[in-house]
């Protein structure tokens, strides 16, 4: 019997949310938007964490069954447009995260309910584990537009720190620790959710195939049945202002790892449409 359980993953900010909230309109399927809080579990290591997790998943699922509270990446909203507010303050150019964590209420699903359950460094650190207890699909994007949204975001990333991560592959921390530039740590990270994606063998989906099939490439994926969203469409950061790091970044990237998925032109296109012309992200 197929598992009513699924869980997806993938480089912040390269879409995980949208996919999430393309999910939710899909029939008989519910996706949750970081149910669970990497800090607040015991154990650290994977033979230790995983029954852990599995255990909280669990948890989740019977509560949805009953109708009872789920802790939710966001306590106000099941679909989220995205965690991050589109426009900086006037005294900083550094984005707000909106979403704010806690309880959500949401109806009793029934048993015939596809629930997708979103986590991304934490899962990242333990895919090899949990693709063996979960179908799993991983997310990734063109990473000048990851690194772009980095830059300009109030999250641990903007500083070249991913804790989700960090706590479930200490060599990642260690690395990390030993680098004292940000965007030079902002390009490990990247090029650790890639390595950790391609290494497991699980599925990898393109944030530009989701855009470019209104979704379909995402319902393929996740093998449910949605219907196209014709709302959907590419969306560039225009930063001028980053052409100095971004520009250092695409002379930095791993581009024989990211080769099967982005190429030498994808990446200077990218770039010149962020530093040139492009649309708010």
């Known amino acids: 019997m197929p598992s009513p359980i699924s869980l997806v993953t993938g480089i912040p900010r390269s879409g995980t949310t949208l996919a999430c909230k393309l999910l939710n309109g899909v029939d008989n399927v519910i996706a949750l938007h970081e149910p669970l809080d990497p800090q607040k579990l015991a154990a650290s290591q994977g033979k230790e964490v995983i029954p852990e997790i599995k255990s909280n998943i669990a948890h989740i ?17 099941l679909v989220l447009d995205n965690p991050v507010s589109q426009s900086s303050s006037n005294d900083t150019p550094i984005r707000a995260t909106r979403a704010k964590r806690g309880l959500l209420s949401i109806p009793a699903i029934t048993p015939n309910t596809h629930v997708f359950i979103k986590q991304n460094a934490m899962f990242a650190a333990l895919v090899n584990e949990l693709k063996a207890e979960y179908p799993l699909v991983a997310i990734v994007r063109n990473p000048i537009d990851v690194l772009t949204s980095w830059m300009t975001v109030n ?4 500083r070249g720190r ?16 030993g680098i004292n530039d940000v965007v030079a740590r902002q390009v490990t990270i990247y090029h650790w959710f890639l ?3 391609i ?6 989906l393109k944030y530009e195939d989701i855009i470019a099939t209104k979704g379909l490439a995402l319902f393929k994926a996740c093998q449910v049945n949605g219907t196209p969203d014709n709302a959907l469409f590419p969306r560039h950061a225009y930063r001028p202002e980053l052409t100095a790091p971004l520009t250092w970044v695409a002379e930095h990237l791993n581009y024989a790892l990211l080769a099967p998925y982005y190429s030498t032109h994808d990446i200077a296109h990218s770039l010149a449409q962020t530093t040139a012309n492009g649309s708010p992200n």
Do not use: M, W
């Open 199 to 204: 290494a497991s063998g699980v599925p990898i």
């Open 155 to 158: 999250l641990p990333v903007n």
């Open 162 to 177: 991913i804790p989700g991560g960090e706590k479930f592959c200490p060599p990642l921390s260690e690395t990390l620790n």
């Open 61 to 77: 699922y019977r509560s949805l069954l009953a109708g009872k509270d789920i802790e939710h990446g966001d306590s106000a909203n």
């Open 195 to 197: 390595s950790q994606f």
